[in-house]
């Protein structure tokens, strides 16, 4: 079991950029909506396709007695736990929707509004009943704000994203879930937003459940995700359903392809190191505030080094995203912005170029 963490190496970021393409033929500020692939990880997928191809049901009987467990394992190593605690699901959005059931025995769930719509989504029917606090004007959620709404509402789970995707602020894993325990409440995290690119210790953070999708920062394109689901939890739920929980939410045949794109995107990361890519983005993201400082672009959200994460809102509508667009910098209009994303395989150039675009 580890969550596979190292020492800060020196990288060539220039040479591990090369096998990014999108990052190579744009000014790609989009991860956020969705990471640039590998050269390498579509290879593999590929392969894979050829295999099953070739070999039918022959490989496809191997995925199910190796290759998924392989995956399993370094979708655990990379959180720092155990297979038996993570199930592989296509996307968050419907791995949550097979979870919600069988915690319908915990139905007032607290949420922040705005967060993600398909994080909230399967907690909006009964028996569920939402609680909804409203995130500070520059969309912060203070830890003192979910406490004193935790403690005036006695929520059964907190439901909340690790980063707002509309605002760029992350929240500190840690001490929310803490404070859930402090409340006899479950945490229930979306990492989407965050995935190898934030860091997540699962046990040292005392998470009891966390999912995301693969196709943003983990860099693993689509149908590929997971869930997380302490020991603990994962009893309360086995018990009061009488069903194996992970058998549940993997219920049917995963797509190989999708799940060796993930494997192989593990890989990378865990090749790379989290802590330098975390250096790296903090790095990058610094480096943009700065820049935009210096030229009068406001940065509106996500611009805190308290509860930063890998992306940005700053100021500007349809017009001057499409300006970027047409130079080729590539961004999106979310929250009350644009929205600008840096990951480890931009570079400085990058943002030099975008600030010569807003000028």
């Known amino acids: 079991m580890s969550n596979e963490s190292s020492s800060v190496k020196e990288l060539d970021w220039a040479e591990v950029r090369k096998v990014y393409p999108a990052a190579l033929n744009s000014t790609y500020l989009n991860t956020p909506s969705c990471g640039s692939l590998a050269i390498g990880t579509v290879e593999a997928a590929i392969n894979e396709q050829v295999l099953l191809m070739s070999e039918g049901a022959s490989h496809f009987m191997q995925w199910m007695e190796h290759g998924r467990t392989e995956v399993l394992q370094a979708v655990a190593g990379n959180l720092g736990t155990v297979v038996e605690n993570v199930a592989l699901v296509p996307n968050f959005s419907k791995g949550a929707a097979l979870l919600a059931p069988f915690l319908a025995h915990r139905p007032k769930v607290l949420v922040v509004s705005g967060d993600y719509p398909t994080l909230l989504a399967p907690f909006k029917f009964p028996p569920f009943q ?25 929520p059964d789970i907190v439901a909340i994203s690790h980063v707002q995707w509309s605002s760029g602020h992350a929240i500190d894993l840690r001490a929310v879930a803490a404070l859930c325990r402090t409340y006899n409440a479950l945490s ?11 860091p997540i210790d699962v046990l040292a953070m005392g998470i009891d459940i966390i999912g995301s999708s693969g196709y943003k920062w983990a860099l693993a394109g689509f149908g590929n995700g997971f869930f997380y689901l302490a020991e603990r939890v994962r009893a309360e739920l086995e018990e009061r359903s009488g069903r194996k929980l992970m058998a549940q939410l993997m219920v049917g045949h995963e797509d190989p392809v999708a799940f060796i794109r993930l494997k192989d995107a593990l890989q990378r990361y865990r090749e790379l190191g989290p802590k330098a890519i975390t250096g790296r983005v903090e790095a990058l993201c610094t480096l943009t505030i700065e820049e935009l400082d210096a030229i009068g672009i406001p940065v509106l959200n996500g611009g805190n080094e308290n509860g930063r994460s890998g992306f940005m809102i700053i100021e500007g509508g349809q017009e001057r995203l499409e300006l970027m667009q047409n130079a080729g910098v590539l961004a999106a209009l979310r929250g009350s912005g644009i929205r600008i994303g840096l990951h480890f395989y931009n570079s400085a150039e990058d943002i030099s170029r975008l600030v010569e675009r807003l000028r």
């Open 130 to 154: 939402l609680v909804v606090i409203d995130p500070l004007p520059d969309g912060s959620i203070p830890l003192d704000l979910l406490e004193s709404a935790i403690k005036r509402e006695r």
């Open 188 to 198: 229930f995290f979306d990492a989407t937003q965050s995935w190898c690119c934030l």
